[in-house]
């Protein structure tokens, strides 16, 4: 298998599309669409929920934990049992609205309106990537890919490690508010950003092709992507609001 054939997100690797359709239906951009659409209206809904439950008092740090810890163990199970993902993406949207309600809270209560902020950048960032690849100012090419995969590997593994550290009094500079902290932040920014044309990218080489049921699975790999690049900008921004 060829490495400059993947992508970075795990939803759009060859395990998940290799295979050739079977029925008369396949996976359509306008799908993809619809389910994404659906699947951030959940979140946002879920978001709303935890804001309300933070205005009465109510502690919501449970939720935060169990909606990262669920959508961790959701994505694990998709990428095993592929024809679950039309029950499996909703619950993950459902996790995940948890867990980004919950931060959105957090910053809106030290920052006001800093949420407001990051999800214009994401969504202005999301549009101006689509626009790119879509006039081909930005051509995905073998070496763009291996470069984008090559970084989002390693800004991974610097968080798995790091966050395997914490569980040891360890704190790793990249959770700090010091000039190489942001500069990370800023390289992961950017690498969520362009890990967007690869999505899109691979979407395209297998619309009208892959089975329907997949539509799901590319829905999915799209909010990993989106709810990264999301929270890397709110981070960014907060560190940002603090340094200075």
Do not use: C
């Not at 209560?109 to 950048?121: C, E, M, S, T």
Request: proline share 2%.
């Amino acid at each position: 298998m060829n490495i400059f054939n993947k992508t970075s997100n795990p939803a759009f690797t060859n395990y998940f599309f290799g295979t050739k359709n079977t029925s008369g239906k396949t996976m359509s951009v306008s799908g993809i669409f619809i389910k994404s659409m659906l699947s951030i209206a959940i979140i946002v809904i879920i978001s709303i929920g935890m804001w309300k439950l933070h205005s009465n008092g109510q502690s919501i740090k449970w939720y935060s934990i169990g909606g990262m810890l669920a959508a961790i163990v959701i994505s694990i199970v998709i990428s095993v049992r592929q024809h679950w993902a039309h029950v499996l993406v909703p619950l993950y949207a459902i996790a995940k609205g948890f867990f980004l309600g919950a931060a959105t809270v957090y910053a809106h209560a030290q920052f006001p309106n800093l949420p407001y902020q990051a999800i214009g950048i994401t969504v202005v960032t999301f549009i101006v990537m689509l626009l790119l690849y879509q006039t081909r100012i930005i051509v995905v090419t073998k070496k763009l890919r291996s470069v984008i995969i090559t970084a989002v590997t390693s800004i991974f593994i610097i968080y798995l490690i790091s966050w395997i550290l914490g569980f040891f009094g360890i704190k790793v500079f990249i959770w700090g508010i010091s000039w190489p902290a942001i500069i990370f932040n800023i390289l992961a920014a950017v690498f969520a950003s362009l890990s967007l044309l690869l999505d899109f990218d691979y979407i395209e080489r297998h619309k009208n092709r892959s089975p329907k049921y997949k539509e799901w699975l590319a829905t999915w790999g799209l909010l990993v992507t989106l709810v990264w690049l999301y929270m890397e900008v709110l981070r960014l921004m907060r560190k940002l609001a603090i340094k200075f």
